[in-house]
């Protein structure tokens, strides 16, 4: 596959045989060459991990936005994102989630795929957040945690994924995993611009 330049900065092009995949890189941060990626390890010491995940294509009707459910569409793709993360050995510390019926759902089929065994936290900050919301959630999370899964909305999630990385996405769609690493060892240190992104990945690209 081809690498491609873009007026915004390069866009990286790899393999769709791994989670490694397409991550547009603002040219700010200098990056002229393909990423080393390696997100694999589920906890690294002196590391923290963000996959910042958008819910599965929902239904367009329900009785308010809020109870809308997950498509059959929706429900196939959860899962097939959940196989691609326990393909690669992806296990989070914890999975956070926005309580909205789309987003709980979604949390629920990739935490059975991946295996995870603990209780999901659901965030009712994470459904309608706004940029602000969802930075002031991530500097808040308890650093017993080293890798962990944000299951949320657009547009924050895609707000906050281009803002954290530096990263020029545009539009995470639904099912989309964008994945982050910060060398630091609190979630309170987190500032824009400093993580670097790993991988992008959705079902588009696969079905």
């Known amino acids: 596959m081809k690498n491609e330049t873009t007026k915004n900065g390069m866009c990286v092009k790899t393999s769709q045989k791994s989670l490694k995949a397409d991550v547009c890189i603002n040219t700010s941060k200098a ?3 393909e990423q080393s990626i390696s997100p694999f390890k589920a906890s690294e010491a002196g590391v923290k991990t963000i996959y ?9 009707e329900g009785s308010s936005d809020f ?3 997950l498509s059959e569409k929706g429900k196939q793709n959860a899962e097939f994102m959940g196989k691609r993360l326990k393909k690669h050995k992806v296990l989070p510390d914890m999975i956070f989630a926005s309580p909205a019926k ?46 962990i899964f944000i299951v949320g909305h657009n547009p924050s999630i ?30 309170k240190d987190l500032k ?3 993580g670097h992104a ?8 696969h079905l």
């Open 31 to 33: 990056v002229t060459t």
């Open 52 to 60: 910042f995940i958008r819910h599965s294509k929902a239904k367009k």
């Open 67 to 69: 109870d809308r459910d």
């Open 102 to 147: 789309r987003a709980i759902k979604s949390a629920n089929l990739l935490a059975r795929e991946t295996k995870f065994k603990k209780d999901i936290i659901q965030v009712k900050d994470l459904y309608n957040a706004s940029l602000e919301n969802m930075l002031e959630f991530i500097n808040s999370i308890d650093d017993k945690y080293n890798a």
């Open 158 to 187: 895609t707000q906050i994924s281009e803002l954290l990385s530096d990263s020029d996405i545009g539009n995470i769609p639904t099912g989309g995993i964008f994945c982050i690493k910060f060398d630091c060892c609190s979630f």
């Open 192 to 194: 824009a611009h400093h």
């Open 198 to 205: 790993l991988f992008f990945d959705y079902p588009k690209k």
